[in-house]
């Protein structure tokens, strides 16, 4: 007699740990789970299989081979379309010419298979499925039998109104072979749904042959990890490899060569795989632990289940949680309830990874870090939220509505109760929609919200600015990423949330320690008026209105499809300027360019620069926070030589004492300032850093290394539209075009490289660079910057990727590349010297 197995589920919901196996394969004490339907198979004589596969049958087929591996023959038969359970069976039907029975190869059962047959045999039956008794019976179809067994009603997954039984179908048949013939070939046909309704209609022989045996369908996680327990507790009876040892308070299933260290502590039912190590002091209880796993000191494992070829650091604490093949697990981290680590991952040192939360395949979390909402498709998960002022993340996938809500009541708790904040967006569908969450996460604990709706970054600034608000929120596609969304955050002042407060937003997001508001107390949102009308009055007023409408400018602006196309239109052709718009309409699918799609546009802006000779073009990010320049040649000004532009047209005209500029700013800058007897003032990187440059250090202008400038007297922050009028007032005043002065300016060579480096060697590698560096002209404001006479070279740690970040200039190209190679090499060299150390 043969068995059909149905091996083709996908275990869509077993995921993640079903990602690369399909469902049959995934692992159930130490075996796959079809692996536990052959035993029990061979067991009652069934030896003769036949594996109907579809998902990944590549895995099924090279794992169990023949079977003779396994005391079984099996053939296998491979469907190229998904045809239903019965039209599935009707694919073999050549293999099946005799009585034949039919089961699931991802269900975990002890069923006696003989007197199922014996049933089947003794009522004649042309069908006989063999029955169970579930508590909730929702799930799975429910069946009415008569008193000799015969079915009389047959429901697929009812509701509570519909359950006149808690007997179910276990998915286990046993058939004639001429019940073949009323499947149809090559088509869409199930047993529950089309077969067994269709037998009852023609009044056909089909029984029930109801068994009091142990039966559950791992449909689901839940299932999953309750079917690893009912193993332990000894409710279902399976061949567990492994000798059996009986200790006071545990049973001990051990494999080959396990090593055990001292005081170790076991309790309930243990199975440990072989090959497996187990440091001095661990307590384990209830717990199955594959193959080749390596456990670390004084570790407790509880009710947790441990795939192979993984490894737990010392005093981990895992409880009720499922750690898939291939992890690494350091020390002293906590694995709560219900939490799932998938293959190939990497947990850092000391990070917690809360109740119900999975990672998928390949993810690392970060060492420290607190991880409360699943990691999906990201590469990694950091100790931190924020990256400076921006929470960043894979819309809907990573930044989903439910974090967004839980981020918006966080940063509403830091705000206070009865606070205000001001919020906007770009005009993406995504933005919208967790711009719209952390909205209602903010009403939930009693903060007011004025929406600005699509209006950019800048404006949001300038409305903090009159201290009418707390704080603020915008919500953008990312522009390094089409697929991520950045959720910017603000201080009342319109500045860059500061680190102390981002780090108050953070404990309140991870420990849910905030407090909701009564119903009466909820927040309330406003749609404030006349905003629009009061930037525009006080940006004219910042600006020398009268010096460029008799400078009479002829110029192209492309708008970048972007907030700002709302705003800037009224403001310059109030200027007189005779203005060529591009893009100058929101669309939410042109928010992201890639670099190809940045060039054209700049090529674009060029060309019509230049057939209407046109003094200048600009071109706005999105965001209308970054600035774009060609000159009246229609040559593209990069942002390197654009700073030494705008330092230079502003020195020439205005009274300054100092200025600042990023690090990572060319060294004309320092030459330029010289020339005036002004000082320069080097900050991070970042925009917080130069937004305080302005504020705290008293600055008369700041630049930036990213097409973004900050002018004192209107905004704290760079605004790119603001930035576009006073371009035009300096160019006026100085009576020069922008290409004479790139000859004057255009004189330095920069070069840049990145490094890869793995988060955990950075730390070698910055201690190495400052132990190198240490006898040389230094610089240490954000990484290392080393200053020569005639260039300088800048090493610094990307703060999201694991990748070093080189920049170098000097007077001759040659010279830059040098530097450049020789720092480069030795990011690379000090990374091996590391991995040599531990060897050694």
């Known amino acids: 007699m043969k068995t059909v197995i149905m091996a083709g589920g996908f275990g869509t919901r077993l995921r993640p740990l079903s990602c690369s196996l399909p469902k049959p394969m995934v692992h159930m004490a130490n075996k796959p789970m079809m692996e536990h339907i052959i035993d029990l198979l061979r067991g009652y004589g069934l030896v003769d299989i036949v594996a109907l596969v579809y998902f990944q049958p590549e895995e099924i087929k090279s794992y169990f081979g023949d079977g003779s591996k396994f005391g079984v023959r099996i053939e296998y038969v491979q469907a190229h379309e998904d045809y239903g359970t019965a039209g599935s069976v009707k694919n073999a039907e050549h293999l099946l010419k005799e009585r034949f029975l039919i089961i699931s190869g991802d269900v975990l059962t002890d069923l006696d298979l003989k007197s199922g047959l014996d049933f089947h045999i003794k009522n004649k039956a042309s069908a006989t499925m063999v029955l169970t008794r579930m508590e909730n019976p929702l799930s799975y179809g429910v069946v009415i039998t008569k008193e000799d067994g015969r079915i009389s009603r047959f429901l697929e997954k009812p509701t509570w109104g519909e359950v006149f039984s808690d007997t179910v179908n276990t998915g286990i048949y046993i058939l004639e072979p001429e019940v073949l013939k009323d499947i149809p070939y090559h088509e869409e046909f199930d047993f529950s749904k089309n077969l067994f309704p269709h037998m009852l209609e023609k009044n056909q022989k089909l029984y029930g042959f109801i068994s009091p045996n142990y039966w559950r369908d791992i449909g689901n996680l839940e299932e999953y ?5 009912d193993i332990l507790e000894g409710k279902v009876k399976i061949e567990i490899e492994g000798n059996l040892l009986h200790r006071e308070s545990a049973n001990i299933w051990v494999g080959k060569n396990v ?29 199955i632990i ?3 796993v390596q456990i670390g000191e004084e570790v407790n494992l509880d009710r947790s289940v441990i795939w192979r070829d993984s490894a737990i650091g010392k005093r981990s604490i895992l409880t009720e949680a499922i750690v898939a093949n291939h992890a690494k697990i350091e ?16 947990i850092g040192k000391g990070a917690k990874i809360k109740a119900n939360v999975k990672v998928w395949p390949g993810k690392e979390v970060e060492e420290g870090s607190i991880l409360s909402s699943s990691l999906v498709w990201g590469e990694r998960w950091n100790r931190e939220l924020f990256t400076d002022a921006k929470v960043v993340g894979i819309g809907n996938l990573e930044l989903t509505p439910e974090f967004a809500v839980k981020l918006g009541a966080a940063f509403g708790a830091v705000v206070g109760k009865g606070g205000v904040v001001v919020t906007s967006r770009d005009a993406g569908n995504a933005s919208r929609m967790i711009h719209r969450a952390l909205i209602c996460g903010l009403l ?9 709706r699509t209006l950019p970054i800048p404006v949001v600034r300038y409305e903090l600015k009159f201290g009418r608000e707390q704080g603020g929120i915008h919500v953008r596609r990312s522009p390094l990423d089409e697929r991520q969304i950045d959720i910017v955050f603000f201080d009342g002042d319109g500045q860059d949330l500061p680190t102390f407060k981002t780090k108050s937003v953070e404990r309140l997001f991870f420990r849910e320690d905030f407090r909701r508001a009564a119903p009466e107390e909820t927040g309330q949102l406003d749609f404030p008026q006349r905003v629009i009308e009061s930037y525009r009055e006080d940006f004219l007023k910042a600006i020398d209105k009268d010096v460029i409408k008799k400078a009479n400018f002829k ?22 300027c005779d203005v060529i718009s591009l893009n100058a309409y929101l669309d939410p699918k042109k928010l992201y360019r890639t670099d190809e799609k940045f060039e054209q546009s700049i090529q674009q802006l060029s060309s019509i620069v230049k057939s209407l000779n046109a003094d200048v073009g600009f071109l706005f990010d999105p965001g209308a926070e970054k600035l774009s320049v060609v000159d009246e040649r229609g040559e593209f000004i990069g942002s390197d030589l654009l700073l030494l532009i705008v330092t230079s047209l502003f020195l020439r005209c205005t009274q300054a004492k100092k200025i600042a500029v990023p690090v990572v700013a060319s060294m004309g800058v320092e030459e330029i300032a010289q020339e005036y007897g002004v000082k320069v003032i080097r900050v991070r990187n970042d925009h917080l850093a130069m937004m305080n440059a302005l504020s705290d250090l008293g600055v008369d202008f700041v630049g930036g290394t990213r097409g973004g400038f900050i002018f004192p007297g209107f905004q704290l922050g760079a605004d790119a539209m603001f930035d576009v009028a006073k371009i035009l007032e300096l160019l006026a005043k100085n009576g020069r075009s922008l290409g004479s002065l790139r000859k004057e300016s255009d ?8 490094v890869p480096c793995s988060w955990g060697k950075k730390g070698q590698v910055m201690r190495e660079l400052l132990k190198y560096t240490e006898n040389l002209n230094r610089q240490l404001i954000d990484g290392v910057r080393v200053i020569e006479d005639d260039s300088w070279i800048l090493v610094t740690p990307d703060r999201r990727k694991a990748t070093f970040h080189i920049h170098a200039e000097a007077k001759n190209p040659a010279k830059a590349e040098a530097l450049l190679k020789e720092y480069a090499q ?14 050694i």
């Open 747 to 754: 004189k330095l060579f920069m070069v840049r490289q990145s």
């Open 444 to 452: 939930s604990v009693g903060v007011n919200v004025h929406d600005l």
């Open 290 to 292: 594959g193959k080749n």
């Open 826 to 839: 030795k990011v690379e060299e000090w990374q091996v010297e590391k991995e040599l150390g531990i060897q």
């Open 555 to 576: 110029m192209v602006l492309d708008y970048s499809n972007g907030g700002a196309c709302e705003i800037f239109p009224s403001i310059i052709g109030s200027l007189e």
């Open 331 to 346: 020390d002293e981290v906590v694995l709560f309830e219900n939490s799932i680590i998938s293959e190939n991952c990497h």
């Open 225 to 229: 990890y309750q079917a690893h327990q």
């Open 259 to 287: 090593k055990v260290g001292e005081k170790v502590e076991f309790k309930g039912t243990v199975i440990i795989g072989n090959d497996t190590c187990i440091g001095s002091g661990s307590f384990i209880y209830n717990s």
